[in-house]
């Protein structure tokens, strides 16, 4: 039962059909003396200690991959970092990530958002799915979100046109949205999903979000008969993804909207510490956790939950071509998730992030 529940994972996890239908072929990362080389960014918060543990694991495995690690930190970076992150990116293709913190001063440009725009890797792939034997209050739960990465209200285009009045800009493209919305039909169908929703606030704003909304319908219904289109607006979307989450199968959603149904989902299946996450663009994908959590106030403390970046990791894996080892190391991890014994405090364990990451190694050597 539980290998099978784990091979469904496996294949709904699978980054490379989504991308397969996106990036051009001749911008597939090439292997130097038997290895690909990819960027590890550890980012800010918890990101050194979760992506030590995937560097543990992948070394225990003689997984065929050499580390480039680039320092990118939102709290004390100097600004050429961004340029040798992007830099490293465009030449390796493919990248496993942290995430940067971003101060709240007007000031301060997010590093994450500067990265995901620089590279354009325009679809955000985050999977909410219950985790056998984590405990979590509604189960067969099942969906994907597809974000728009790179415009609406991420845009940070902002104003002061007097004192005490602000413009913030939303930029909303039918360009992007056609593409986004192929993305998520093309995921749809390589991985033999039904539905796709459309979420959108197009009763409010008419233009951007009607926009979103009638685009997303049009490319489904012109291009993809296989796949049943919906739409919902985001407010019920939130209240229905809580209530009855089985319902939805994919989801497409601009920028912000994806963020928030991103952090109610993790919450649905135990936490922010057990979503992958990928980023595709049409020559680059960056993997990082789905629900992009900093975690500063746990960094240092030996407490992280890794499992979202150790997916997150195999589904890299998948991307290239390495699906033997990909299959080992998720099986691996959700084994140890569904004994339950050596799991961090987030999801009711005790034990550390070294020693989850311990009773992963084991059983990969058992
Ligand atoms: N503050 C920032 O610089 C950034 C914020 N964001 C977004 O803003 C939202 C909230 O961010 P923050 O308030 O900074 O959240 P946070 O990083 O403080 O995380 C929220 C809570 O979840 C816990 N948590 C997160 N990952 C965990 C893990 N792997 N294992 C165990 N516990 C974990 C943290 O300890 C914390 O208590 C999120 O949607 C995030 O996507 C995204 C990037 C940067
Ligand atoms: O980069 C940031 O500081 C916030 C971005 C965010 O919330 C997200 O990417 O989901
Ligand atoms: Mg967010």
């Known amino acids: 039962m539980l290998s099978q529940l784990v091979q469904s994972q496996l294949l709904k996890v699978s980054g ?32 050194k200690e979760i992506t030590d543990s995937v560097k543990t694991i992948f070394a225990a495995e003689h997984v065929p991959i050499d580390w480039e690690t680039v320092e990118l930190s939102g709290m004390s970076g100097s600004a050429s970092q ?35 725009k620089e590279l354009d890797i325009f679809a955000s792939l985050v999977l ?12 067969d739960i099942d969906f994907v979100l597809v974000r728009e990465n790179t415009e609406g209200e991420y ?10 009045v602000v413009e913030s800009l939303k930029i909303m493209t039918k360009y992007k949205t056609e593409r986004i919305a192929r993305f998520a039909f093309d995921f749809a169908v ?38 049943e289109v919906k739409d919902m607006i985001v407010d019920n979307a939130s209240m229905q993804a809580v209530s009855y989450p089985q319902q939805f199968d ?22 922010p510490g057990l979503v992958p996450g ?16 900093v975690g500063l106030d746990i ?14 990791a195999t589904m890299m894996l998948r991307h290239l071509g390495l699906d033997p080892y990909a299959d080992r190391i998720a099986k691996a991890t959700y084994d140890v998730l569904a004994e339950g014994k050596a799991v961090t405090p987030d999801i009711g364990g005790k034990a550390t992030t070294t020693e989850f990451t311990a009773a992963i190694l084991s059983k990969l050597q058992s």
């Open 155 to 164: 845009s940070g285009l902002e104003h002061q046109s007097v004192p005490g």
């Open 190 to 227: 390589k991985n033999d999903r039904k539905l796709v929703t459309a979420i959108h606030k197009a009763n409010i704003m008419k233009l951007g979000d009607g926009l979103f909304r009638s685009t997303v319908k049009e490319v489904g219904q012109a291009e993809y008969p296989g796949v």
């Open 250 to 271: 994919v989801m497409v959603t601009p920028n912000l909207y994806g963020s928030i149904l991103s952090n109610i989902g993790a919450a649905l299946i135990g936490g």
């Open 278 to 293: 990928a980023n595709f663009g049409r020559e680059h994908a960056v993997f990082e956790p789905g629900c992009r959590h």
């Open 128 to 139: 909410i799915k219950n985790i056998p034997g984590v405990p979590s209050k509604l189960q």
């Open 82 to 116: 961004i340029d040798e992150a992007v830099l490293s990116l465009k030449r390796n293709k493919v990248g496993l990530k942290g995430i940067t913190y971003t101060p709240s001063s007007p000031f301060a440009k997010s590093l994450n958002v500067a990265l995901r």
């Open 299 to 312: 960094k240092d403390k030996n407490v992280a939950n890794p499992t979202g970046m150790i997916l997150s």
């Open 16 to 47: 490379k059909r989504a991308f397969a239908t996106t990036v051009n072929e001749n911008f597939l990362p090439k292997k130097y003396g038997g290895k690909y080389i990819v960027t590890l960014i550890p980012g800010d918060g918890i990101g």
